[in-house]
């Protein structure tokens, strides 16, 4: 069965530095998405990319994160200056049709210390 | 924005018995309501869906209703078995983009 494979599963930086999250989503489908889950807390949208470029983002998405495609398979997520609260499970996901049908990653889990 | 609610938060049943978890969602707008289940370590697997044209839907031991006027969803899980503990996510969308999640609830199956 496709999987959206993501890397590393575990991440810990020191805050202030830079990370970028790595995804790559099943082949054929042509909407990304990344989430994230604060422990305890619940599973919280912050962007969508489709057509190569951002189809829409949450709040929480601010100028500190970025997306990119950077070539034909991997979709990344950065986040700069990283702070004690972006800590949490970061899933990306992809779909062939919007909403519907997402196959989420495993998760990376970024700690920030 | 839409806000999903999900109760119970931890859930504990023997096996073989039936399970229910319940969600509200607040925007009449939304129109598809997927269920995820996710196990330790992994992320969020899509076990059913329903779209608002319809009050239910089953695929075998697992059935979701619907109740568009009291904007309100179910998932019921029946014939429970020890596989079936993970934690389990209800979702809301207007079915373009981006899913709003409820808070999750944990079902531990009891052999």
Known sequence: ?113 | GENVEQHPSTLSVQEGDSAVIKCTYSDSASNYFPWYKQELGKGPQLIIDIRSNVGEKKDQRIAVTLNKTAKHFSLHITETQPEDSAVYFCAASRGANNLFFGTGTRLTVIP
């Open chain 1, 1 to 113: 069965e496709p999987e959206v494979t993501q890397t590393p599963s575990h991440q810990v930086t020191q805050m202030g530095q830079e990370v970028i999250l790595r995804c790559v989503p099943i082949s054929n489908h042509l909407y990304f998405y990344w989430y994230r889950q604060i422990l305890g807390q619940k599973v919280e949208f912050l962007v969508s990319f489709y057509n190569n470029e951002i189809s829409e983002k949450s709040e929480i998405f601010d100028d500190q994160f970025s997306v990119e495609r950077p070539d034909g398979s991997n979709f990344t997520l950065k986040i700069r200056s990283t702070k004690l609260e972006d800590s949490a499970m970061y899933f990306c996901a992809s779909s062939e049709s919007g909403a519907e049908g997402y196959t989420f990653g495993s998760g990376t889990r970024l700690t920030v210390v």
